[in-house]
């Protein structure tokens, strides 16, 4: 059995030269995650473009994400070498000042000395470092350490969303994305989502035209309004370590539970983000933990798992992609696809759309995982011109492959994300059962189903004033 949960890799210094991105694709990255947090516009383009060249030569899809950086406030550089922050020990957060220390820190948001206030408990990075506001002055703030850490960097701050005064998407948001959705980018993430008005903001074409829309679900208010985010979305993003910042790490288990249902259930992919193997930052091998973890969430169903620093500034990032692509193929391999899909048959909802044309597909991709199933096929083959078709069947997760096939490249590149599936690009629009045995016969020739093999076909052959995945057939490969 091939692996279906799929890998994110983020690509920073550690692997962005052609030579070190190949091996990280084939170790198994299916998408690259490019971080516009840090560095400049320019750097994260040349990335992106270094990213295509190299999947181009490779001849497989790779999808590209950039994740916006947000209304995320950061802390002055402290340099390259870590600071200790003591337990008990008393800061001064300074706006605009350009560099920090163990003592004074440097915060690059105004706003900082009125979206405080005493009593309050601000975090730093990944939030090992905790920081309990003392007093607001006319020029900074005065805090005690409340759990000290050591930190580098230009490490978050974490503020409680609810009182922050930036919007997102930024304005530089917009700006990066304009240049983003000009060079071709797959994926977009937008970060600190806390309603669907956020995402509408973004703006783009829709998905296949426009990037694939992924919300972060990282602060309260999101997860207050996680239906009509998910509802606006192409997929989401449970982002860990700010969630478990603003709602405490205790409700992190139970969260990712939720919004994993909610999201698949919904015909969304769903990317389980932060700290899934931190150690490898430094180490050869993950912690026996951090492999725990990441096996139970593709046991509760995920679509993908994500490296962060693992793989952009780690000491090996192929190692990473490694061992992450060994860990998911063996969970995949004790998924209970069974109980999955029957709990999926009673949990989809209208998120997955209220159209003709939606409630056709749903309907239609519920009746292929049965035929599927009660046939024993060995592959469903999607065709679909936007990947909603694919979508919408890798909710059930299926125990055979889903091959996806689609005219349009970036449709392609963007199924990269979606659990289970196999892209691949076709050679011009379905509209007739001969295209269908073509495609049928063209994912033999490529190795993905055998001849005399049963499988299941869904297309949209039908009625094209109704975007609809109308036909299913179950065929014997030639």
Not at 60 to 65: A, H, I, K, L, Y
Not at 159 to 168: A, F, H, K, M, N
Not at 425 to 442: F, G, H
Request: contains cysteine; proline residues 5%; aromatic residues 4%.
């Amino acid at each position: 059995m091939t692996r279906r949960t799929k890998i994110v890799a983020t690509i920073g210094p550690a692997s962005d030269s052609p030579a070190v991105l190949e091996q990280v694709f084939l170790a198994g990255a299916d998408v690259a995650r490019i971080g516009l947090a840090h560095g400049s516009l320019e750097e994260a383009l040349a990335r992106y473009r270094t990213v295509r060249s190299v999947a181009e030569r490779l001849r497989r899809p790779v999808g590209t994400m950039v994740d916006l950086p947000g209304p995320k406030v950061r802390l002055a550089s402290f340099g390259s070498a870590p600071t200790l922050l003591a337990t008990d020990s008393t800061v001064e957060l300074v706006p605009g000042l350009q560099e920090s220390s163990a003592t004074r820190l440097g915060v690059d948001y105004e706003g900082l000395l009125t979206d405080v206030r005493p009593g309050d408990l601000l975090a730093v990075g990944d939030g090992s470092v905790s920081l309990q506001v003392e007093s607001v002055d006319r020029d900074r703030v005065t805090a005690r350490v409340a759990y000290g850490g050591m930190t580098q960097g230009r490490p978050g701050l974490h503020v409680p969303s609810e009182r922050l005064g930036i919007t997102s998407p930024t304005e530089q948001d917009l700006r990066f994305l304009d240049a983003f959705v000009e060079a071709g980018v797959d994926i977009v993430a937008v970060s600190f989502v806390r309603s669907a008005h956020d995402i509408r903001r973004i703006g783009t074409e829709p998905h296949p035209r426009g990037p694939l829309v992924v919300a972060k679900i990282e602060t309260r208010a999101a997860v207050e309004n996680l239906d009509g985010i998910i509802a606006e979305s192409g997929a989401i993003m449970i982002a860990r370590g700010d969630l478990g910042t603003e709602l405490g790490i205790e409700e992190l288990p139970l969260l990712q539970k939720r919004i994993t249902r909610d999201c698949i259930s919904g015909g969304k992919p769903v990317i389980t983000a932060t700290q899934m193997f931190e150690s490898m930052i430094t180490s050869p091998a993950p912690t026996r933990a951090e492999v725990s973890d990441v096996a139970n969430a593709i046991f509760d169903g995920t679509s993908a798992v994500m490296l962060s620093a693992e793989t952009a500034v780690g000491h090996d990032p192929v190692a990473a992609v490694a061992a992450m692509s060994r860990v998911a193929a063996r969970a995949d391999q004790e998924f209970d696809f069974d109980a999955w899909a029957r709990r999926i048959r009673l949990l989809r909802r209208s998120a997955v759309g209220e159209s003709a044309g939606a409630r056709i597909t749903d309907a239609m991709t519920a009746a292929a995982w049965r035929a599927a199933t009660e046939m024993d096929v060995e592959a469903i083959i999607c065709i679909s011109d936007t990947g909603f078709t694919v979508r919408s069947m890798a909710r059930f997760r299926p125990s055979m492959p889903i091959v996806a096939f689609s005219p349009d490249e970036r449709t392609v590149r963007q199924l990269t994300l979606s659990w289970g599936t196999i892209p691949v690009r076709a050679e011009s629009r379905v509209d007739t059962t001969d295209r269908m045995d073509e495609l049928i016969a063209a994912a033999r020739d490529a190795g993905l189903v055998r001849s005399g093999q049963l499988v299941a076909v869904l297309a949209g052959a039908g009625d094209r004033s109704v975007r609809a995945t109308d036909v299913l057939r179950v065929s014997r490969v030639p």
